[in-house]
């Protein structure tokens, strides 16, 4: 057989393994139309109550009597986005030192010697547009954990060495972040959306976990925690009229704020443009594709989260199933891209 023979046999071998990959399709098309797909579960959204007390928390109570456990969520309006640009790293290392370091009256070794022991969850920690805390304990402590929780929140003492070790996790972190390409690029993708100097882009280094003191945690402690930019949410055992009057007389005395909160920073409109990182001792290919996306206040964000979860970002999604199991058949290595092809992310805006 020729070569030109042979350039035409391989033609038509192509075009047949096409011709039947698409009838393939098209069955499957058909007979996932038969397929009986039952009516979603109705959601019911279990009965709670909204409580605002004096001091301005925003307080939902919901009563679940099944088991003899209360779970209490606290989410605050603190983040990153109000640490300054020399001092990267303030933000998540209070939210870590107020419960590592503990209070004037539970240091924090004391304070994981209690937890342990009773069985209990106290977490506190803050993130880039918000703060959170976190208690779970059984009904008979629930006294005791919102006693810990609320002395946590209103008076942490932030001593030096939980300090000192909160920095060397901090630094081993800077250490390692260039191990993975999916850390790069993770990283370098928010510069290009949000500019490099962004609180959103921002990251720490040696030099900003280096100037941060005790003092800028308690002033920024003191700055942004305080009742009224704080809303909790109690789930459990408990008689909501009870609890009500338990949160009030264990956040008794806290100040509300005396300031408002800054208005968010401006996201700039950047050009679209190719950004690569060089990275020669690795054999794997990351690429994130990022643009500006929706506020979570918006309309149309919980629909945004819907399709995003649809089209990417798992090994059920559309964008995975599609590129590997629907159209691998094309090119053999289009398989060994779809970690890549999976992380395209989807990141969508509103209609």
Request: aromatic content about 6%; hydrophobic content about 45%; glycine content about 8%.
């Amino acid at each position: 057989m020729n070569k030109m023979n042979r350039v035409l046999a391989l033609g038509l071998l192509v075009l047949m393994v096409a011709t039947v990959a698409v009838s393939g399709e098209a069955t499957a098309k058909k007979k996932w139309e038969k397929i009986d797909i039952p009516e979603l579960n109705e959601i019911k959204m279990p009965t709670y109550e909204r409580v605002e007390l004096s001091n301005g928390m925003i307080v939902y109570l919901a009563e679940d009597h099944k088991f003899p456990l209360v779970q209490l969520s606290a989410t605050i309006d603190v983040g990153s986005i109000y640490e300054s640009g020399d001092k990267v790293g303030l933000a998540s290392m209070t939210g870590d030192v107020m419960r590592s370091g503990g209070t004037a009256t539970t240091d924090g070794d004391a304070l994981d010697e209690l937890v342990e022991a009773r069985g209990m969850v106290v977490e506190t920690w803050i993130g880039g547009t918000e703060g959170g805390a976190y208690l779970s304990v059984l009904k008979e402590d629930t006294g005791l954990g919102m006693e810990l929780l609320a002395d946590i929140l209103m008076n942490p003492v932030f001593p030096e060495d939980k300090i000192k070790l909160a920095k060397e996790g901090e630094k081993a972190s800077i250490s390692r972040r260039n191990d993975e390409t999916m850390s790069i690029a993770r990283r370098e993708v928010m510069k290009v959306v949000f500019g490099p100097d962004h609180p959103s882009a921002r990251h720490t280094e040696y030099a900003t976990i280096a100037a941060i003191t005790r003092d800028d945690m308690l002033a920024f402690h003191a700055d942004w925690f305080h009742p009224d930019r704080m809303y909790l949410v109690v789930i459990g055992d408990f008689d909501s009229k009870e609890m009500v009057q338990l949160i009030e007389s264990s956040f008794e005395g806290w100040a509300k704020a005396t300031k408002p909160l800054p208005a968010d920073p401006e996201i700039p409109n950047f050009p679209r443009t190719v950004n690569i990182v060089d990275k020669d001792d690795l054999t794997q290919t990351t690429v994130i594709m990022g643009h500006k996306g929706i506020r979570a206040d918006s309309e149309y964000y919980a629909g945004v989260l819907v399709a995003n979860r649809i089209l990417g970002g798992g090994f059920s999604t559309r964008l995975f199933n599609e590129v590997r199991a629907v159209r691998a058949w094309l090119t053999p290595w289009v398989a060994a891209l779809v970690p890549v092809s999976a992380i395209l992310a989807c990141s969508l805006v509103s209609p």
